[in-house]
């Protein structure tokens, strides 16, 4: 007889499990990029995981915010990169109010556009609105009116995410999540814009000039571009378009500071699968100028630095031209949407609009290029992001163009030049028609917020990836996801 039975050794054991599982319970997860996605993916992350106990480190080698950024021309600063948010972007709405920033409209809301074709303006807008839409109606006919209501009804469509991912519904790839919208989507993303609207009875010239118009100053790309995107960029039409006061890059610097994440000012470049463990090995290198936070970095025989990760999260792009991450001991290809991105060159100019050069008597505040050929995209008067009047005396002027101007093209478009501020983007994803979407899961464990911008590039589009990419981490880990109903649940 013994003096135990098999009931009273299986409590201790019990024990053990418990507490071996509880310290593996929060994953040690790695962010790369502190861009928009980045940040508001730790942010997911600190509410999924309520309790706090889950570790995130954000490696970052350039500055907060990636494409959000702001330049200084004459101490003032001005936005050089995602400079409007849409009056139905939930998520950028709640970042705004919960961090106490204050919204200021986007642009002057009493500009004025015209629409150039490279000899000459073909429409341009009066300062009184009813000749506005007699020219419109007179040069368009129905087509702006029947181009609106198939951006409303996509952008109705569209919210649908915000229920879903407030019930915890996790999307393994952007194919799946455009389709729980709406399964129309996922063949928006298989033609393109000319061809899309034009099937719905947009007139030929609508496409060709407004539509146009709309893809080339926000993407730098044509008609040719896939009609979802094109539908994206169309909403951008809205009157009702805000930014943040102080620049837009605020909200991914709260993001982090709210999250709670490590950053480590370093560039990754090197993810290792430890087949043995399924854990990754992170090498990265340091970026910063001053004293470095590499936390507890462990230290390799070449002297390389890395980290082990339970978890890592891309937040950045992965194509050729924009990434130089190595990934080592993965059974197969990752699913990494092939292409390339799109270069648009943001020149910021203090100085005096050529009113000769276009063939107009007076500047406009916005001047729209409608062919993807031609010296700029688009110029437009901008004003200090820490103003919530449109009343400074002084011009600063923002160019969209393909490439880098010359000298000499800016002599062409400016009468007088006092400043000039030049940033060179890799900004969004070349979109075509037959457009390939990605995957937001490329391994166990290996996530990609980034794989949405193939679907289109925006600040909204990125923080539905991230928290998209959030849930699925939550749920991977843990073994699914509970709703919780607390105050801050959106």
């Known amino acids: 007889m013994f003096p135990f039975n098999a009931f009273s050794l299986l409590i201790p054991m019990l024990c053990i499990l418990k507490?071996?599982?509880?310290?593996?319970?929060?994953?040690?997860?790695?962010?790369?990029?502190?861009?928009?996605g980045g940040t508001s993916v730790s942010y997911f992350l600190k509410d999924l995981f309520a309790d706090g106990n889950v570790v995130v480190d954000i490696y970052e080698s350039q500055e907060i915010g990636g494409r959000l950024a702001t330049v200084n021309v004459d101490e003032r600063l001005?936005?050089?990169?995602?400079?409007?948010?849409?009056?139905?972007?939930?998520?950028?709405?709640?970042f705004c109010k919960k961090f106490g920033l204050q919204k200021r409209a986007a642009g002057d809301p009493n500009s004025k556009f015209a629409l150039y074709n490279g000899k000459e303006i073909i429409f341009?807008?009066?300062?009184?609105?009813?000749?506005?839409?007699?020219?419109?109606?007179?040069?368009?006919?129905?087509?702006?009116?029947?181009?609106?209501?198939?951006?409303?009804?996509?952008?109705?469509?569209?919210k649908r995410i915000y229920q879903l991912q407030d019930r915890g519904k996790v999307f393994l790839s952007v194919e799946e999540m455009l389709r729980a919208m709406n399964p129309d989507f996922v063949n928006d993303v298989k033609i393109s814009s000319r061809e899309g609207f034009t099937e719905l009875g947009v007139s030929n010239r609508t496409v060709d000039e407004i539509v146009m118009a709309g893809l080339i100053v926000n993407y730098g790309q044509t008609t040719a571009a896939h009609k979802f995107v094109g539908s994206v960029s169309s909403a951008a039409g809205d009157g009702h378009l805000w930014s943040i006061a102080g620049g837009n890059k605020q909200v991914p610097e709260m993001l982090l500071k709210y999250s709670g994440a490590n950053l480590i000012k370093a560039k990754v470049n090197e993810i290792i699968l430890l087949q043995d463990s399924g854990k990754f090995n992170l090498s990265f290198v340091s970026s910063s100028?001053?004293?470095?936070?590499?936390?507890?970095?462990?230290?390799?025989?070449?002297?390389?630095?890395?980290?082990?990760?339970?978890?890592?999260i891309i937040a950045s792009p992965l194509t050729s031209d924009t990434s130089s991450?190595?990934?080592?001991n993965f059974p197969s290809s990752l699913a990494i949407p092939e292409g390339k991105y799109h270069r648009t060159v943001c020149t910021i100019v203090k100085g005096e609009i050529n009113n000769t050069y276009f063939g107009i008597e007076k500047e406009n505040a916005e001047i729209l290029s409608i062919k993807g050929n031609l010296?700029?995209?688009?110029?437009?008067?901008?004003?200090?992001?820490?103003?919530?009047?449109?009343?400074?005396?002084q011009k600063i002027w923002k160019v969209f163009s393909q490439?880098?101007?010359r000298k000499d093209d800016l002599g062409d478009l400016f009468s007088k030049l006092d400043e000039v501020k030049v940033v060179d983007w890799l900004a969004y994803p070349h979109y075509e028609s037959n457009q390939k979407l990605g995957s937001f899961v490329l391994h166990e464990n290996l996530y990609h917020i980034n794989a949405i911008e193939w679907a289109a590039s925006a600040m909204e589009m990125s923080v539905i990836g991230a928290k998209n990419v959030a849930l699925l981490v939550h749920k991977d880990w843990l073994g699914g996801y509970h709703h919780r109903n607390t105050r801050d649940e959106l």
């Open 19 to 36: 507490i071996s599982r509880s310290s593996h319970i929060y994953p040690k997860i790695a962010v790369v990029g502190a861009g928009i």
């Open 78 to 94: 001005y936005e050089a990169g995602g400079s409007v948010i849409h009056p139905d972007n939930k998520y950028m709405a709640h």
């Open 124 to 158: 341009s807008e009066s300062d009184w609105e009813i000749i506005t839409w007699m020219k419109m109606l007179w040069r368009y006919g129905w087509g702006p009116i029947k181009l609106n209501n198939i951006v409303e009804k996509m952008l109705n469509d569209f």
């Open 289 to 312: 100028n001053g004293v470095p936070n590499f936390g507890a970095a462990n230290v390799g025989i070449n002297g390389s630095l890395y980290n082990i990760y339970d978890v890592v």
């Open 325 to 328: 991450i190595h990934f080592k």
């Open 375 to 393: 010296k700029i995209n688009s110029i437009g008067r901008i004003y200090d992001v820490r103003s919530l009047a449109r009343s400074e005396d």
């Open 403 to 405: 490439k880098p101007l």
